[in-house]
């Protein structure tokens, strides 16, 4: 017995110090240091004014900054150094950083501590925008900001990305579904090409005849092998987050911003003329319930009566009635109120475009296929609903519901197909074997539009405006790419060289465009549209981060010029 207790005695040691130095692992892996990236410089350094404030951008520069968060206490360490270029002139001078600050409502304010050994000319605060999911801050940009001769430099990093998503499990399709399936040597009409190999056809389906091929060639339509279709060349990646930087000058730096000059007129008309052009947010397509004035009006004229009753009975000696209906009075008010509640509960909530294009997720998304039955006819038409990708942000909503207002004036009885926008949630849209159908389609800021076609059988999916050229209508097509560009929320339009270089041949036509352009619509229109081979099924347009979407990254701007000469 004493033997076996010796035994065990030994071996009990052994199994947990086998297991203590993976469990520590474990626990100190959330409190190890994470490096951090800048997201994007100007290539030299630049004082721009914004909101009253001169903010430096470009001119500074990091060594060796890292963050680390502690899941255990909810905290950040932000250390290393940093090097900024005086607006006096000079070399580069270094500022030693150590912050430290705690997760509060998805973001940590990052100050320095008590006592720090800090240069009193300069103030130096940061702040941390989480982008997890979970509510933690694994994953985050920070803003660090530098206050120092009236002039506050502005850098932004970001944690490096956490591994990518796996794909979800394959789900197993319904027997039924064995039924619609085409035998191998079946022909697929372009009608029943929506993404799923077959479907059967429904009663609104406009099938193609045998002429219909002749008179107008292939009309392949865009299907399940064909939609991995992003190439972009440039990277989606580069481009800053939107973060509250006015604001958080203002709160961390405790800088006041200037007072701005009265502005002349001139630059008071040039402001009324872009404000002109500005969609206001309030238009987005998101409804509304209208109060109900005239039962408000009619009760307001019941009132009056009963006070001038009351009046006319004063000289009678019954004061307590007089009292009784005074107190009935707030609780005839009080249902009125009600109606008032009601319409301020459905105010327009800012959808949430968080993190790049091709690795971000979407919060609070507009269901367009709800918002185009119920403003039926919306002009387009979402031609994949059992996919559920058509969720937006509120800005796309806003330039599909004018897509669909120009398609109604300027090609009448034309519906324009719309293909994937994003999930619900947003993230990646896999197809049935598990493979990305998109590089991007994320966050609620990409969609897939159908292009213009004499031919109205084109409209019921996505077809080859390159091998459907003869039918494809190119300069209502440029109409309507200049009239979404004219609103600034476009970002940039993807489309097939062929077409854009079609489509710079209908600007010089017309005289809109030459090769010292530098500026106005169709300059800007041109400069937006970016050529991709992936894209002659569609146009893939991509809406701008919004000022209220402030985990979004934006990307950086086109080269400024036409790519037409």
């Known amino acids: 017995m004493k033997d076996f207790l010796v035994r065990t005695l030994i071996i009990i040691p052994l199994l947990s110090g086998g297991c203590a130095p993976e469990a520590r692992r474990n626990a100190t892996k959330a409190s190890e240091p994470v490096e951090v990236e800048t997201t994007y410089e100007p290539p030299r350094p630049t004082i721009v004014k914004e909101e009253g404030y001169k903010i430096a951008r470009g001119a500074t520069k990091l060594k060796d900054i890292q963050a680390k968060f502690d899941e255990e206490t909810r905290s950040m360490r932000l250390s290393g150094a940093i090097e900024y270029l005086p607006a006096q002139g000079g070399a580069y001078r270094?500022?030693?950083?150590?912050?430290?600050?705690?997760?509060?409502?998805?973001?940590?304010?990052?100050?320095?501590?008590?006592?720090?050994?800090?240069?009193?000319?300069?103030?130096?605060?940061?702040?941390?925008?989480?982008?997890?999911?979970?509510?933690?801050?694994?994953?985050?940009?920070?803003?660090?900001?530098?206050?120092?001769?009236?002039?506050?430099?502005?850098?932004?990093?970001?944690?490096?990305?956490?591994?990518?998503?796996?794909?979800?499990?394959?789900?197993?399709?319904?027997?039924?579904?064995?039924?619609?399936?085409?035998?191998?040597?079946?022909?697929?009409?372009?009608?029943?090409?929506?993404?799923?190999?077959?479907?059967?056809?429904e009663k609104d389906d406009i099938i193609l005849q045998e002429d219909d091929y002749d008179r107008y060639g292939d009309q392949s339509a865009e299907d399940d092998g064909e939609e991995e279709h992003e190439d972009h060349e440039e990277s989606e990646e580069d481009g800053q987050y939107v973060g509250t930087v006015s604001e958080d000058i203002e709160k961390i730096l405790k800088v006041k911003p200037e007072l701005e000059r009265p502005q002349t007129k001139e630059e008071r008309d040039e402001r009324a003329e872009k404000n002109k052009e500005e969609p206001e947010i309030e238009n987005v397509p998101v409804p509304l319930p209208r109060p109900k004035n005239p039962e408000k009006n009619e009760d307001s004229k019941k009132v009056d009566p009963k006070k001038e009753d009351s009046k006319k009975e004063e000289p009678k000696k019954e004061e307590p009635k007089k009292t009784e209906p005074k107190k009935e009075e707030p609780k005839k008010e009080e249902?009125?109120?009600?109606?008032?509640?009601?319409?301020?509960?459905?105010?327009?909530?800012?959808?949430?475009?968080?993190?790049?294009?091709?690795?971000?997720?979407?919060?609070?998304?507009?269901?367009?296929?709800?918002?185009?039955?119920?403003h039926a006819p919306a002009g387009f038409n979402v031609i994949r609903p059992f996919r559920k990708t058509h969720f937006a942000t509120n800005e796309m909503a806003y330039i599909l519901r004018i897509i669909g207002k120009t398609t109604l004036n300027t090609v009448p009885s034309y519906v324009v197909p719309v293909g994937d926008i994003s999930l619900e949630k947003g993230g990646t849209i896999y197809n049935d074997q598990g493979k990305a159908r998109h590089k991007s389609h994320k966050t609620g800021r990409d969609a897939d539009v159908g292009y213009y076609y004499e031919n109205k059988t084109l409209m019921t999916n996505l077809f080859s405006a390159v091998k459907n050229k003869k039918s494809w209508m190119p300069e209502q097509q440029w109409a309507l790419f200049k009239t979404i560009v004219?609103?600034?929320?476009?970002?940039?339009?993807?489309?097939?060289?062929?077409?854009?270089?079609?489509?710079?041949?209908?600007?010089?036509?017309?005289?809109?465009?030459?090769?010292?352009?530098?500026?106005?619509?169709?300059?800007?229109t041109l400069r937006r549209l970016i050529p991709d081979s992936g894209?002659?099924?569609?146009?893939?347009?991509?809406?701008?981060?919004?000022?209220?979407?402030?985990?979004?990254?934006?990307?950086?701007?086109p080269e400024a010029k036409t790519g037409c000469f």
């Not at 327009?348 to 993190?355: D, F, P």
């Not at 710079?504 to 809109?512: L, Y």
């Not at 894209?535 to 701007?557: E, G, I, L, N, P």
């Open 94 to 201: 270094n500022i030693k950083v150590d912050l430290v600050g705690l997760l509060k409502d998805g973001f940590i304010v990052l100050k320095p501590e008590p006592g720090s050994d800090i240069d009193e000319k300069v103030t130096v605060a940061a702040k941390a925008t989480c982008l997890s999911e979970e509510g933690t801050c694994s994953s985050s940009f920070i803003d660090i900001y530098l206050y120092t001769d009236g002039i506050v430099y502005h850098h932004q990093v970001e944690t490096k990305k956490p591994k990518k998503e796996a794909p979800p499990e394959k789900e197993k399709k319904p027997e039924v579904k064995k039924e619609n399936s085409p035998k191998k040597d079946q022909e697929v009409t372009p009608a029943t090409q929506t993404g799923e190999r077959m479907r059967r056809p």
């Open 335 to 374: 249902p009125k109120k009600e109606p008032a509640e009601t319409v301020e509960k459905p105010k327009m909530v800012a959808t949430q475009s968080i993190g790049a294009v091709n690795s971000g997720r979407l919060e609070n998304a507009v269901n367009i296929l709800n918002w185009q039955k119920e």
């Open 486 to 524: 004219r609103t600034q929320y476009i970002d940039r339009i993807f489309v097939h060289p062929a077409l854009k270089r079609e489509l710079c041949d209908v600007a010089i036509k017309k005289g809109e465009i030459d090769k010292n352009a530098k500026s106005g619509v169709a300059f800007e």
């Open 535 to 557: 894209h002659d099924t569609h146009f893939h347009v991509r809406v701008k981060c919004s000022k209220a979407q402030y985990a979004c990254k934006q990307m950086v701007d």
